[in-house]
């Protein structure tokens, strides 16, 4: 069965840079969630979009943006990135409309920030 | 906001034996998930509950949503060392984000 698919599988930038993360949701799939874990750490939400408008809103800076596109793919935009940013991004993708949800999440985007 | 007690935070068990691990919340959620992760991978769905009271089986694993609603456990019989890895249970109460628990280390001793 497809799974999420997040580019890239790795980052590595320098501290004031961009970057940006994009995430395919499994087909179907209205609802896109994106997540941030630090090592040793549990994921932390960070934003959601739900058909192609922004549902809730974690602890995400304001440094960071994103969105959801009409092919339902997402990407996450990183600016003026700092060494705290290094961590692991995930994106999960639900389809609410059908029903009691479920989250399947992507390998994930390991961002280094040197 | 909401918190999950997850515990144990780890376990060294030998192969063959089966563990437990539950999560504790300090609100209702009204779906509870558990995931399994490797290192540097994305979190894997093993199970999800939708009801109070639900006890639902995958495999070896088997999980159950407590009827108070704010708390679930998990557990593996008979562990191989592929269980290997950190577990995560996770809740929500309607569409929206997920809380994590804080996570369980599982090693197997050879």
Known sequence: ?114 | GQQLNQSPQSMFIQEGEDVSMNCTSSSIFNTWLWYKQDPGEGPVLLIALYKAGELTSNGRLTAQFGITRKDSFLNISASIPSDVGIYFCAGHLGNEKLTFGTGTRLTIIP
């Not at chain 1, 939400?45 to 922004?54: D, P, R």
Request: net charge negative; with cysteine; glycine share 8%.
């Open chain 1, 1 to 114: 069965a497809a799974g999420v698919i997040q580019s890239p599988r790795h980052l590595i930038k320098e501290k004031r840079e961009t970057a940006t993360l994009k995430c395919y949701p499994i087909p179907r799939h209205d609802t896109v969630y994106w997540y941030q874990q630090g090592p040793g750490q549990d994921p932390q939400f960070l934003i959601s979009f739900y058909e192609k408008m922004q549902s809730d809103k974690g602890s995400i800076p304001d440094r960071f943006s994103a969105q959801q596109f009409s092919d339902y793919h997402s990407e996450l935009n990183m600016s003026s990135l700092e060494l705290g940013d290094s961590a692991l991004y995930f994106c999960a993708s639900s389809y609410l409309a059908g029903g009691p949800e479920t989250q399947y999440f992507g390998p994930g985007t390991r961002l280094l920030v040197l």
